[in-house]
């Protein structure tokens, strides 16, 4: 059997599934036993509930989406667990792509990623993510007041401080697809490193379009709703504009 | 009365640092015990090349990221909810609009004891319907998936590295980004370009360029701000 499909993920995943569950009941039953503890009307606990289940919904498909997305390089039984716990849509397929791309598998099959290659992927993935715990372990106690004080401080800045790192990935990604773009389309480099170039150009452009129509469409008539579907339905989007584009080069 | 109730507080907030410490130390035990086994059970170690470029490229990243949202999202969730959403993950997109949410309609403040209560309740309730759909979209995905491992067009296009998700999510995020921090953004971008079409050798490396360019970036802003351009 393949092993991105063995048992072993499988278990493990409804492991962490039911852990979740487990802990975000017990966090839940804390929470109203305080609240009726402290005096908070039942009726205002039950309306809290409510209107985070309804919310959470939505949020919830593009999630579903990007399992799918990354299932398909990294099986679905690993993708499954690192979507349910401290899972993050973007982080997870670039994390596996950074792999690959390091590995060079690029051309090979999806579906035939080495088994070494995979768990060095699953490290990669896991090591990304494990700072959050380990720092609310040692430090978030110690450092709670510290961080309204420093957030109260300069607000404007730490938001700030966020876009730019983030800014490091974008310019890297979007600049590389760009590069590699023009040099297909100029014929300017090596025909194995700028393979299917002007594709990639085009389809990077074309979620970049969908993207901004979402967001005009978002401004002018307030759907808030929308913002939730504006990232994966622009990614789908653009993947299958993807197929058309890959039959023009 | 106030005064037994300010002690409550503490020993209720006391309460939940130790219980979030020891639920947050299990799934940290329990995510490390997936690659950990998977290695164990099958005898194979990460092809360690492409391990240690996928670390540089990613690590260095997210943990800079993972602490600056701590530092941001703490205050809005609470301690137990704090606890909860670092383990259950989607926070901006989902945990702190979630909490946030259920605080306005109460009408309460997350400093308050009544929204450290609601939050906790807002983060519980959203965890449980995350996991919930992502077990029933779980039934879909692999017949979705065995149909494009099937097809050799398909395969092309989902491939990570010459096919198009990667383009696809960083066009779709990149807009964002350019429109909201634009002058953040030019320098580090043309930067990137230029680089990569001299030095087309840097296509190989790009992972390791980015807490390279992430900290370029935060020199620029730091200028533009203390300059108040932004």
């Not at chain 1, 487990?22 to 039942?42: C, M, P, Y």
């Not at chain 2, 901006?92 to 309460?108: I, T, Y």
Request: glycine share 8%; hydrophobic share 60%; no cysteine.
């Amino acid at each position: 059997m393949d092993f991105k499909s063995g048992a072993f993920l499988y278990i493990m995943g409804g492991i962490i599934a039911l852990f979740v569950l487990t802990q975000s009941v017990v966090f839940l039953v804390r929470a109203v036993r305080r609240g009726k503890a402290i005096g908070l009307d039942v009726k205002v606990m039950k309306k809290a509930a409510i209107s985070s289940a309804t919310f959470s919904i939505v949020p919830s498909v593009p999630i579903a989406l990007s399992m799918i997305a990354l299932a398909a390089t990294m099986g679905a039984a690993f993708s499954w667990i690192r979507l349910s716990v401290i899972g993050s849509m973007s982080y997870e397929i670039f994390a596996a792509g950074q792999v690959a791309a390091a590995a060079d598998i690029s051309k090979e099959a999806l579906g035939t990623m080495p088994i070494n290659v995979f768990a060095g992927a699953m490290w990669v993935m896991t090591l990304g993510i494990i700072i959050g715990p380990i720092f609310n372990i040692f430090g978030l106690k110690r450092y709670q007041k510290k961080i309204q004080e420093i957030g109260e401080k300069n607000p404007r800045w730490s938001k700030i401080l966020i876009d730019a790192l983030f800014m490091g990935i974008i310019a890297v990604m979007g600049g590389q697809f760009i590069a590699k773009g023009i040099a297909a389309f100029g014929n300017l480099a090596a025909q194995q490193i700028i393979m299917n170039g002007q594709a990639q150009l085009l389809t990077l452009v074309t979620g970049a379009v969908l993207m901004a129509v979402f967001g005009l469409v978002i401004k002018a008539t307030k759907a808030k709703w929308l913002e939730n579907f504006a990232l994966p339905v622009s990614m789908v989007g653009a993947i299958a504009m993807s197929v058309v584009y890959h039959g023009w080069f | 009365m106030s005064k037994k109730q300010g002690l409550m507080l503490s020993e209720y907030k006391q309460a939940t640092h130790r219980i979030g410490r020891i639920w947050t130390l299990f799934a940290m035990l329990l995510i490390v015990a997936v690659p950990l086994g998977f290695g164990l059970i099958y005898g194979v170690m990460p092809e360690w090349s492409s391990f240690f470029k996928g670390v540089i490229a990613v690590v260095p990243m997210y943990w800079a990221v993972g602490l600056i949202e701590i530092f941001n999202y703490s205050p809005m969730l609470g301690s137990g909810g704090t606890y909860l959403a670092f383990v259950t993950g989607n926070l901006l997109n989902m945990k702190v609009p979630a909490a946030k949410v259920a605080m306005d309609k109460a009408g309460v403040s997350a400093e308050t004891e009544e929204g450290e209560v609601l939050s906790t309740i807002a983060v519980a309730v959203s965890s449980i319907v995350t996991t919930i759909v992502l077990i029933i979209a779980l039934l879909f995905v692999v017949p979705i998936t065995n149909w494009i491992n099937n097809s050799e067009l398909l395969r092309e296009v989902f491939d990570l590295g010459s096919g198009y998700v990667i383009p696809a999510l960083f066009g779709a995020l990149g807009v964002v980004f350019l429109a909201k921090s634009w002058k953040i953004a030019v320098i580090p971008m043309i930067l990137m370009i230029v680089v990569f079409l001299l030095i087309p050798a840097t296509y190989a490396i790009a992972g390791i360029l980015i807490p390279v360019m992430s900290v370029i970036s935060v020199l620029i802003a730091r200028f533009l701000f203390n300059k108040e351009k932004i």
